[in-house]
């Protein structure tokens, strides 16, 4: 009867579990994760990507006016981010070294009073989006959460494609 029962418990945590990810790596848009941040509403875009030819990341900035400020957004608004499992273990320090094609980018979003959830205003660079060598991290109001994206490499290359007509 004990061993019945045992088999019924460890079933049912497993099963607990298998949902636990599967709701935990859903994939979300950014407005779906944080619906009062609407990209439509964004001000200026503006980071810095490198390539690994200089001795520094280049720094660039779209504004609204911008030819492609929109589709840079489009870019961001349409794809479902999909939390990584990885985000619940403790993450060390990033380091990569340089081959052929590498790039990095890291992308942040401006915006003007914006009204949170509690009822308070912000303004400023509060959502940013970085590439470390195609490991997406989406970054808010201290909250890091490593994602992946459909399409992911083609997706980087987009982004990468538009910043680097924008250098400061």
Not at 47 to 55: S, W
Not at 107 to 117: A, G, I, Q
Request: with cysteine; net charge negative.
């Amino acid at each position: 009867m004990k061993r019945r029962w045992r088999k019924i418990l460890s079933g049912a945590l497993a099963l607990c579990g298998v949902a636990f990810v599967l709701i935990y790596t859903r994939p979300l848009t950014i407005e779906q994760r944080y619906p009062f941040l609407d990209l439509s509403e964004c001000t200026q875009i503006r980071g810095y990507y490198d390539r690994g030819e200089g001795a520094a990341p280049i720094p660039f900035l779209l504004q609204t006016g911008d030819p492609d400020f929109q589709e840079l957004l489009e870019l961001f608004h349409r794809p479902a981010f999909r939390t990584k499992v990885s985000n619940l273990l403790p993450s060390g320090t990033k380091v990569h070294r340089y081959e052929e094609g590498d790039f990095c980018w890291s992308v942040m979003f401006r915006f003007e009073e914006v009204l949170f959830p509690d009822g308070s205003a912000g303004s400023g660079d509060m959502l940013h989006v970085d590439n470390f060598f195609g490991k997406v991290t989406l970054s808010f109001d201290g909250e890091n959460i490593s994602c992946t994206v459909e399409n992911q490499e083609q997706w980087l290359r987009e982004v990468m494609d538009i910043i680097t007509r924008y250098p400061q």
